[in-house]
């Protein structure tokens, strides 16, 4: 078990690229950090450079507070599980999942036990005489997890390790990550961009955008209590709704001229955002007090369980999709009377940050 403390961590690629912008980190000991994003915003360079397969540029990489900048991937006592699996084709699952045991040496009848053990945490006691070729791709996957955990490292780092399974398969295996490694204790970095795979493994979240750390925390104090507009877009399917506010006479109007009684005060004329995610929407009662949204329906999509409505509000071009029970009557066209709580407002001034209210 190890901790890792990413200081100012900068990384500038040799055509002067500046993929990390001064990360700073403190992973605990047994935590799984998940870092996500969108594609470019620097999660791979990042845990490439944790492994030790990209130089740091500036600023300091620490493990149980030893400065390991310096180190070779090998020295660094880090286990790295890829997308691809990375497996040896010609050799057997035993094979694979010894191959690093090996090679440092360790005696044959000590690889082999490893090598069982491990095996039989991950259900792959009865194919280690089989190839890589001959498994299915959830079979590769834990191979190459396998392949990681009888080194016993200090560290784990996941490189979107699940993107090659169907989706049935992926939530099958994000559990049995988060459940193995809780059960070893390992302290791990998982990178993703699938937003809800980061939800449910992490026990905490880091939202990278454009080489930097948008926010760090618990998955669901991002969710309900997102830093920046741009957490909120990135957390949450379908994404949180956003209406343009200006502050007028004591309170807040949208472009449409429609008023809004909310709890939180802006400077005169200042412009900001209002976010509401799609569950927060409800319909009014006659009895509703606060703000209510006259829309009209021009999409559904029915999901099962639930049915997203696509509305619109008169004059707005935004969409403003609404999470509606899967029984619901809506039809297309249908008028809708929609109110929230103040307490699931989310209001964001004009550069994306968090407006307290
Ligand atoms: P994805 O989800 O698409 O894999 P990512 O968040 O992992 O994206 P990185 O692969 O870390 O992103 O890339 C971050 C940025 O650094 C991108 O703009 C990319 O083009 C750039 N980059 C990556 N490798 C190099 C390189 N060797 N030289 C120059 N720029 C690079």
Redesign the pocket.
Known sequence: MATLQLTRLK?R???G?V??HGVDLSVAEGELIVIV????????????TLAGL?SISDGELTINDRRVNELEPAERDIAMVFQNYALYPHMSVAGNMGYALKNRGIAKDEVRRRVAATAELLGLGELLERRPRQLSGGQRQRVAMGRAIVREPQVFLF??PLSNLDAKLRVQMRLEIRRLQKRLGVTAVY?T?DQVEAMTLADRLVV?NG?HVEQCGEPMTLYAQPATRFVASFLGSPAMNFLPLTAHQGGVVLPNGIQLALPFTLPEGRAATLGIRPEHLCEAASTTEGAILEVTVEMLEPLGADMLAYTRLPGLDEWLVVRLDGAHAAHEGQRLSLTFSPAHCHVFDAEGRRVAM
């Open positions: 990384k690629y040799p055509n690229f993929a990390l994003g969108p594609s470019g915003c620097g999660k791979s360079t990042l845990l490439r990209e490189d979107e990178v961009h990278m080489g």
